[in-house]
């Protein structure tokens, strides 16, 4: 879904304790948050997924703001992110993702409540489907989406790292 051209993408890397995680930021706001210890490819690769011509610039100035707020959260000291996000998705997509947002901290909900928030019950697979493209994982909170059953499902950071942040937001204490 190549829909911008020209753009100028800024990355950096937040690195504490265990925790390795590339994040990439238009001037519009983030627009990407890596899985836990996954190389730059993985933020390459979305990259050239999402623009047509861009330039990928590492500078930590520019990203400073979001490894502040993400370094916080995973302290345990924030539980909502305020900076700007520039957001790449369909409509329905942003709809489901919106959705993500209103799941407060330390609670989880299913698909299927996903999908009846939105008022489209029928559309509970491609509620899955749209999460599964959330590009701003732990800021737009997929990782609070479980199985109808309350068993874990796929994500994009693995489930070890899904866990993580459960486990982070249900003791309200530091990851690190």
Aim: with cysteine; proline share 3%.
């Amino acid at each position: 879904m190549k829909q911008n051209s020209h753009m100028t993408v800024y990355w950096s890397k937040l690195s504490q304790e265990d925790w390795s995680i590339y994040l990439a930021a238009t001037e519009q706001g983030l627009c990407y948050v890596g899985s836990q210890n996954k190389d730059f490819e993985e933020l390459s690769k979305w990259v050239a997924k999402h623009y047509k011509e861009y330039q990928l610039i590492e500078n930590d100035e520019i990203l400073r703001p979001y490894v502040v707020e993400l370094s916080e959260y995973l302290q345990g000291q924030r539980q909502h992110f305020s900076l700007p996000v520039a957001l790449e998705g369909t409509s329905f997509q942003k709809e489901v993702w919106d959705a993500l947002r209103a799941i407060p901290y330390g609670q989880t909900c299913s698909y299927s409540d996903i999908a009846n928030h939105i008022q489209r019950p029928a559309a509970v697979r491609a509620v899955g489907t749209a999460i599964g493209a959330n590009p701003l994982l732990i800021t737009i909170p997929c990782h609070r989406v479980i199985g109808k059953d309350g068993t874990l499902t796929g994500y994009r950071g693995g489930l070890e790292m899904k866990t993580k942040l459960l486990e982070l937001e249900r003791s309200g204490s530091s990851l690190l």
